[in-house]
């Protein structure tokens, strides 16, 4: 029987009555949903939920190993987000062109060749 539906004819008894069998399923549903219920209004046995964007720190170390300008730095985060060169030069209010340099610079500081090799990168750290 799945949980929270009715009960099947064999679970029932010939008069539409539960069988024992059929009362002691129906009790033990019960008292999983009172408990599942209970930790959750409790919070109990909760997981939290998973983060997985890099903080600020893994970026910042990874501009420091590998010798990042400040502003290639500032590049980084949106790289390794995937953010396109006008997403950035908008957020950081450059040009296009000026993006593509910081690109093209944090590439080869890290001898990487795109996007998902950065992406990589950071996933490392």
Same mark, same amino acid.
């Given at each position: ?54 903080? /600020? +720190?893994? $970026? ?8 990042? #300008? *400040? =502003?290639?730095? &500032? ?14 030069? /908008? +957020?950081? $209010? ?8 910081? #690109? *093209? =610079?944090?590439? &080869? ?17």
């Amino acid at each position: 029987m799945n949980l929270g539906s009715k009960p099947t004819a064999s679970e029932n008894g010939t008069d539409g009555t539960f069988s024992a069998e059929g009362a002691e399923i129906a009790s033990a549903n019960a008292e999983a949903a009172m408990a599942n219920a209970t930790a959750d209004a409790a919070g109990a046995e909760k997981e939290p939920p998973v983060d997985d964007t890099p903080d /600020e +720190a893994v $970026f910042a170390l990874i501009a420091e190993d590998y010798g990042l #300008t *400040r =502003r290639e730095a &500032e590049v980084l985060p949106y790289l390794a987000r995937g953010r396109s060169a006008k997403v950035i030069a /908008e +957020a950081l $209010f450059v040009s296009e062109s000026t993006i593509r340099t910081h #690109t *093209r =610079r944090i590439f &080869e500081k890290t001898c990487i060749h795109s996007k998902q090799e950065l992406i990589d990168l950071v996933d490392k750290y």
